[in-house]
């Protein structure tokens, strides 16, 4: 068995356990909002389920092999949009340079600082990502 990252039409991504494209493919259809546009090997993948107060399960991709195979793939316009942002306004001083940033009022201060430029390039780039395999 093997992973394989689903990328749908609508912009969203399925991670399905399986022996083939086809079969992966075949798993995701009942999941899927829209139609799966691109599947292919994942090479990397580790995320963190966190229960909820409610019950739920709430998952969250801290792993950065994952999120950067992620972007080069799935989401090119976006890792675009991020390394442009970055590379204007630089990287918080508290983040780590060899540490997973992690969800932390540090890292939310610095996101915070972004301006409205950035904000919007991301937000651009999102709603191409989301039109990029449109019919």
Known sequence: MSLYVLRLRDGNCIIADASSEEEATAKAIPLAASEVASVRPLASFVAQFSLTDEGELAATILDRKTVADLHEHEYPLLHAAHVHSYQDFGVSETDS???????????????????????????????????????
Not at 97 to 116: G, I, P
């Open 97 to 135: 340079n060899t540490d997973a940033v992690l969800f932390n009022s540090a890292a939310s201060r610095h996101a915070k600082q972004w301006d409205t430029r950035d904000k919007q390039t991301v937000r651009y780039a999102v709603q191409q990502e989301r039109l990029r395999f449109a019919h």
